[in-house]
């Protein structure tokens, strides 16, 4: 009983925190859905990552947004420019931080990464869109994870959207 | 109205660059496999001089570079084949770098990699304040800002931090005489 309350309690916590998600985080999952007239892929017990990242700080890492949005090749497409649709959604409270763009072997990837500094800790959002999918993050990080993302912006960001060839 | 905004947004970033990226580099941008771009601001690369140790010699000497710098702007595009891009279209950058202030100091060629680097310093009151590279090979092309106080010398040194390629430019060169001419030559 006692742990069936825990996990309760843990998926509120969760849920509250997905509710605390910056309007810029919902607003380029906003610009996404649109374009591709789908809607983020659930993910069951996604609280429960935010309560562990909260505890334990994975990799500098206190809190994190997720969406991801699967089988987009077989959504129509509304034609915008993403990239353009993405910054406006984002606005000016966050800086621009990297940006990776490739167009290798017919298919298209784009990472956009934004940061903002909120106390001592930073937020990044990145955007990755790929031919088939495109995940939108929101990371709360320490001053050592962002350290990181510094040291290597353009490696970070291409782990980010998956690709492990750099 | 609603257009004017994601452009406003997207010119705002260069506001603390000391050059203007061409909008002939979007077009470039589209033929490229691979496009990156690196902004980081004054106040983000102090955050990251922090986390640089003053008892490692190479990290301290780092720490010390980043700590005259007010921004580093990186662009980068990597094509599939050869010469999918002209010498011309950084013609409108190059432009910018002959403007009072700045000076053409180093070029480095290799023909037998085809890699051309040309770094350019601005000055103000004899004081540097900001540095341009512009670096070609046959498939790739990386145009580097660094806005503050740094040294053409100084740049091996931060290549693989910050987002900042390592770039060989050569030995150093000093072509600050010589194209201040050339450049006076042309302009006539």
Redesign the interface.
Known sequence: MRSTSMVLAACLLGAASAQAADREFTEVVRVISDEFHTRPTSIPMFGLVNVFAAAVHPAGTRHIDLAVFEHLGSHDREGRNLSDAILSAVGRSWKPFVQVRSHKNGHEETVLVYMRQEGKDWKLLVTAVEHDEATVVQLLLNADALARWMASPEHCARHWSGDQTE | MKFA??VL??V??LAAQDIKMPAGLDRL?EK??????????G??LQ??S??LSEKDPDEAHVKRLIGGLKGVYVKSFEF?NRDEYKESDVDELRAQLKAPGWARIITARSKRSGENSDVYLKTDAGQITGLAIIATEPKELTIINIVGSIRPEDIRDLGG???IPKIDIGPVRNDKDKNDKKDKEDDK
Do not use: K, N
């Not at chain 2, 490229?32 to 601001?41: G, N, P, T």
């Open positions: 905004i994601p947004l997207a705002l970033p941008a490229a496999s691979d496009v990156v771009d690196v902004s980081l601001d106040a983000l955050l990251a922090r986390f599939e931090h910050l987002g």
